[in-house]
């Protein structure tokens, strides 16, 4: 079994800066495709990036050049390092396990069979 669960979330103006992390029990990170999630309320969920078992990362247009991927693999965890935060980055986060080396791109939900509980971030203007 599979635990994952998110910490980090929390409540910033607009410009900000939050780094989430996901820590993995009875699972090696390193083993597996990681994504992040996000929904907000009414949306559906969406991809924000990912990062393949050998390293390397994807994001979604809308983060890209803000937010960043890494792993610690001694730690067994995840991060989301979200710099710049906008209001429209308001959401429920969730970190995503699938049992692929590569990363799907684009990153879609129903690839991932492991989430966690997920963290809100909420960006005020």
């Known amino acids: 079994q599979v635990q994952l669960v998110e910490s980090g979330g929390g409540s910033v103006q607009s410009g900000g800066s939050l780094r989430l992390s996901c820590a993995a029990a009875?699972?090696?990170?390193?083993?597996?495709?990681m994504g992040w999630f996000r929904q907000a309320p009414g949306k559906e969920r969406e991809g924000v990036g990912g990062?393949?078992?050998?390293?390397?990362?994807s994001y979604a247009d809308s983060v890209k050049g803000r937010f960043t991927i890494s792993q610690d693999n001694a730690k067994n965890t995840l991060y989301l390092q979200m710099n710049n935060l906008k209001p429209e980055d308001t959401a429920m986060y969730y970190c995503?396990?699938?049992?692929?080396?590569?990363?799907?791109?684009?990153?879609?939900?129903?690839?991932?069979?492991?989430w966690g509980q997920g963290t809100q971030v909420t960006v005020s203007s």
């Open positions: 009875g699972h090696t990170t390193s083993r597996d495709c």
């Open positions: 995503a396990a699938a049992p692929y080396p590569h990363c799907p791109i684009p990153l879609r939900a129903y690839w991932f069979n492991d």
């Open positions: 990062i393949d078992r050998d390293g390397p990362t």
